[in-house]
């Protein structure tokens, strides 16, 4: 059995720990205290995620995030993201400025305290900020403990004071360096390289953010600037929320040209909405709370989708417009092809869920609902023409529901499944337990055999789906759920679908997309992620996807075979070995490898290399499906001319 899979099996069977004297023992000297800023140090995931791509780029927003809690309190109209040439980040906003004056009780500057000590902030008292992205104060700071070094520069009251830090410790008290006429704070650090596994900034990663900051907070002007690269872009939306539905609809052909937009303040809570519906059959649906976004929803959202579906039924039963239909409308009808933004602004947000981004505030659902009930209501009512669309829009979800109705039972899973009921063409694992179990969804039967004899068969399925599934994209659920492959697709996972979908039935804990390294190998694995990411989203939030990594090219040079992943890969390995006597074999297909290759290659947990697929925007993640796999012709050349360049292998 592979090193992974032992090791998961160890897990239950770890022995007590020990002391240093070895004897088992447990008293006051095994009770470590961690001073100051060495808790995050010594344990840096729990206060970024991780210390991968997605805890370095973390970093970048918590400060900026300061900066934006400045303009929600209308003191901030502009921030500058610069990602320097050596990969260090400089924020500039101009706002107020930490205060720098000495602290009364840590007698010190409070702009040291602000970057030295966990918990210390002016987000507590309701004061200085009524609402903010940074509610617990650990963030700048956790920054400044994981920074190789940081500097602050303050201007404030016609002074500029500066501090540096080294690992997160003052070099030397506050200083007055110069005088300006500006308010503001300047923040510049550089990640410490002995925490994170790699330094280096993604511009587009970056960006995705900073556009959706800007969407959230109308009228802020934020830049980034890449001197790397030279590149920069400027994101300032005049129409805020309804700025942000039209990027999402960008690719979609909308039913209606002008977002409905709302906003009121009610019992301290600002609620804001953007509604449009597209032609399509996808949901696309984005709440947050203090610009945190809220992936697992909460009672915001739950307000918001209780009264969407009861107005728009109010709505078509005042004015007769289901008199020739003998239904009302559900909550999943009134949610096909809708576009909506969902943000409110809580003073004091409870969060709960797996990943701590699901508002639990019970008293936001109540005000949510009441505010979308009053003003939705009265936009329908004023505007009968987009009324009638939108109902003919759910009357026509509602006749597909129905007739969907036979074929969704397949995706329920109230029992737990055995073997006579998983599809015949599923090679199982051996292995019951989920976290230990993988499955290589695989292109057709030859790749698909050679898998299932190459793999370990005890804790690795094999499913191989028959030529390309369907496009989710332009379907409705009804001819989804008749389309063979994805019946075989959802049977196999176990977990159910959309609103049903439950991820204490999923029967594997790494859903491995194998494809052909070749043009039709990409679009199968692009059908297949479309399919995921409407259907089952949430496996991209566990973390439970991959895209498996086959190689490009084998080389032969006598007894010996050596694998290329890519041509750089190819070319470096030329280089080491003689050109005489060496023949390269270039892969067009996972069928042209036998099972030992295969395995040894690309399903190997010791040799293979796997791509986790992670979700940092789903709104980025919305746009980009609708423009590769939608109906509009124009947005997709648009993307594979832009982007045509970075192809390195293309099989025609």
Not at 372 to 378: F, I, Q, S
Request: charged share 30%; glycine share 8%.
């Amino acid at each position: 059995m592979t090193t992974e899979v032992k090791e998961a099996m160890k897990k239950s069977k770890k022995k007590p720990a020990v002391n240093g004297n070895g004897n088992g023992t447990y008293d006051a000297n095994n009770i470590h205290v961690l001073k100051g800023l060495e808790a995050v140090r010594r344990r840096p995931a729990m206060y970024i995620g991780d210390t991968g791509q997605r805890g370095l780029h973390h970093m970048v927003y918590e400060v900026v995030d300061n900066s934006v809690d400045e303009a929600m309190a209308g003191f901030c109209d502009n921030i500058i993201v610069e990602i320097n040439n050596d990969n260090s980040i400089t924020v500039t906003d101009n706002g107020r400025g930490i205060p720098t004056e000495e602290h009364p009780d840590e007698k010190k500057s409070a702009l040291e305290v602000v970057m030295t000590t966990l918990h210390a902030g002016g987000k507590f008292d309701h004061e200085s900020y009524k609402v903010s992205g940074g509610l617990h104060g650990v963030g700048v700071s956790v920054v400044n403990a994981l920074s190789e070094w940081c500097w602050v520069e303050v201007s404030r009251d016609r002074d500029v004071y500066r501090q540096d830090y080294k690992y997160g410790e003052a070099q030397k008290p506050v200083k007055k360096i110069k005088t300006s006429k500006k308010n503001g704070t300047k923040t510049c650090f550089y990640p410490d390289a002995g925490i994170f596994n790699r330094i280096e900034f993604k511009f587009d990663i970056i960006a995705s953010r900073l556009r959706e900051l800007a969407f959230l907070n109308q009228g802020l002007s934020i830049d980034l600037i890449d001197h790397r690269t030279e590149k920069e872009v400027n994101f300032k939306f005049k129409g805020g929320l309804s700025s942000f539905i039209e990027y999402v609809n960008e690719n979609n052909t909308v039913i209606f040209k002008k977002p409905i937009h709302f906003q009121k303040l009610k019992d301290d809570v600002d609620v804001e909405v953007a509604i449009q519906y597209n032609d399509g059959y996808s949901e696309s649906v984005h709440s947050y709370v203090n610009n945190i976004n809220t992936i697992e929803g909460g009672t915001h959202l739950t307000g918001f989708r209780t009264a969407l579906t009861r107005t728009i039924n109010n709505y078509a039963s005042k004015n007769n417009l289901l008199k020739k239909e003998n239904f009302t409308f559900i909550g999943e009808d009134s949610r096909e092809g809708l576009t909506a933004v969902i943000s409110v602004k809580v003073r004091d947000p409870q969060f709960e869920g797996q990943t701590k981004t699901k508002l639990g505030n019970s008293e936001v659902r109540g005000i949510v609902e009441s505010i979308t009930n009053e003003y939705l209501g009265a936009y329908l009512e004023e505007n009968p023409a987009v009324g009638k669309k939108i109902v003919e829009k759910l009357v026509n979800a509602a006749t597909a529901r129905e007739a969907a109705r036979k074929a969704k039972e397949l995706t329920r899973r109230k029992t737990a499944l055995d073997s006579a009921s998983l599809p015949g063409k599923l090679a199982d694992c051996s292995l019951s337990e989920p976290e230990l179990c993988e499955i290589y969804i695989v292109e057709g039967d030859s790749a698909g055999g050679s898998a299932k004899q190459g793999r370990d068969r005890r804790f690795q399925a094999i499913l191989p789906l028959k030529g390309k599934i369907l496009n989710v994209e332009k379907a409705r659920i009804d001819k989804i759920l008749s389309n063979t492959e994805v019946r075989t697709l959802i049977t196999a996972l176990g977990c159910g679908i959309k609103d049903e979908f439950d991820p204490e039935k999923i029967r594997y804990h790494k859903v491995i997309i194998m494809t052909d390294a070749d043009i039709d190998g990409s679009h199968i694995r692009t059908l297949l992620l479309t399919f995921f990411f409407r259907y089952m989203r949430s496996l991209f939030d566990l973390e439970y996807m991959y895209i498996a990594q086959p190689p490009l090219y084998r080389l032969r040079h006598g007894k010996q075979e050596h694998y290329a992943y890519s041509d750089d890969e190819k070319d470096k390995l030329l280089k080491t070995l003689p050109n005489t006597g060496v023949s390269i074999q270039r892969y067009k297909g996972l069928g042209e490898m036998n099972p030992e290759q295969l395995w040894r290659t690309t399903m190997d947990p010791e040799t293979r290399t796997l791509l986790k697929v992670t979700l940092s925007d789903g709104a980025e993640a919305n746009h980009l499906f609708s423009q590769l796999m939608g109906n509009e012709i124009g947005p997709r050349r648009e993307f594979i001319e832009q982007n045509a360049q970075y192809v390195r292998n293309l099989d025609v």
